[in-house]
């Protein structure tokens, strides 16, 4: 029995910097005030007519040439995005259609900010049983086209951004490198707690005049709720995935976590009893990419040496939904 490795990564982000002293030019905000509740420094946000299937289709790149392929090689994309180029069809035919792997099948997944995690679940069961061999999982976002950019928006604009990050997935023995296990979960319970209410199908029409004076096209948070969950479940789900794959915390070389406030991502460290050089946080460069968190940052720790052959890396994330979960991987 084969499982899933990942042969090559890749990321993308707009060139366009937003600094916190820019926000704070147009909405009530600081940039102290602003790395002192998130630790974000800058993100990147798309110019206009700049879309996440053209930065996905830059980390696409990127990946298959660490991975030695082509794009004719992929048999299948897997596109976790919460912010879709239209509302139909899905980003993934569009990534497909920019590559040229032509009748390949190609999926979008919504599960917002642990949607790299649920992909690579995907490519894996697919890779296990036989049925593809080599699956593109990309997160890619475009989050900025969603924020309400005035001190009305303050707590959200601050926070979210753009980027893409992809992983190109191959068959390795049973016995070899690559995904070792899966911890994932959902709670419906907690949808409107961080989500955008309109435009929905839901609404006739889609979305009205209404709305938008109302705001309800914008990302809404209830952070407080967010941030609760979300240093309980992480550190939760990592210990199980561990678990699950007979590991300890001891034997854990690097733990990559969704970035999605750095105060999250701080305590969740000490939850754990993980020193500096086991924790990877790149959110004061990126913001919060939602699905692109992770893979931007696995990119980075492969390209920057922080990762070597033989290591026992964990993914986490916790997001919209709530959805949250794990992956553990043998590098």
């Not at 009530?28 to 879309?51: A, H, L, M, P």
């Not at 992929?74 to 139909?88: C, G």
């Not at 029409?205 to 709305?211: L, N, S, V, Y």
Request: aromatic share 6%.
């Amino acid at each position: 029995m084969t499982r899933a490795r990942i042969l090559g990564t890749g990321l993308a982000v707009p060139d366009r910097v937003v600094t916190n002293d820019e926000l704070a030019g147009i909405m009530d905000t600081s940039d102290e005030w602003i790395r002192t509740r998130t630790g974000i420094r800058e993100r990147r946000w798309v110019r206009e007519g700049e879309t996440g299937t053209e930065l996905a289709h830059t980390a696409t790149t990127r990946a298959l040439d660490m991975a030695g392929l082509a794009p004719g090689d992929l048999d299948a994309i897997v596109y976790a995005t919460s912010t879709p180029d239209h509302f139909a069809p899905g980003n993934g035919v569009f990534l497909q259609r920019r590559l040229g792997a032509a009748t390949i099948p190609a999926i979008d997944i919504r599960t917002q900010c642990a949607g790299f995690v649920y992909g690579l679940s995907v490519a894996d069961g697919w890779i296990r049983s036989g049925l593809f061999r080599h699956v593109l999982v990309v997160g890619a976002e475009v989050q900025s086209t969603a924020l309400d950019v005035s001190s009305r928006g303050r707590n959200t604009a601050v926070i979210f951004a753009d980027g893409a990050g992809a992983a190109v997935l191959g068959p390795s023995p049973a016995d070899g490198p690559g995904l070792l296990a899966f911890d994932l979960h959902a709670d419906g319970q907690h949808a409107e707690k961080l989500w955008v209410d309109s435009p929905g199908s839901k609404y006739h029409p889609r979305i009205t005049a209404e709305h938008l004076e109302q705001g309800r096209q914008f990302l809404a948070m209830d952070g407080k709720e967010v941030f609760r969950h979300a240093v309980a479940r992480m550190p939760e789900s990592v210990r199980a995935v561990l678990t699950k794959i007979g590991c300890t915390l001891d034997e854990l070389s690097l733990l990559v976590p969704h970035q999605a406030n750095l105060r999250i991502s701080e305590m969740m460290q000490r939850e754990l009893g993980l020193d500096d050089e086991r924790v990877y946080n790149n959110i004061d460069r990126y913001g919060n990419t939602t699905a692109a968190t992770i893979p931007i940052a696995l990119d980075e720790c492969v390209r920057g040496g922080r990762v070597r052959s033989g290591d026992l890396i964990v993914v986490t994330a916790f997001g919209s939904g709530f959805l949250w979960g794990s992956a553990a991987i043998r590098w």
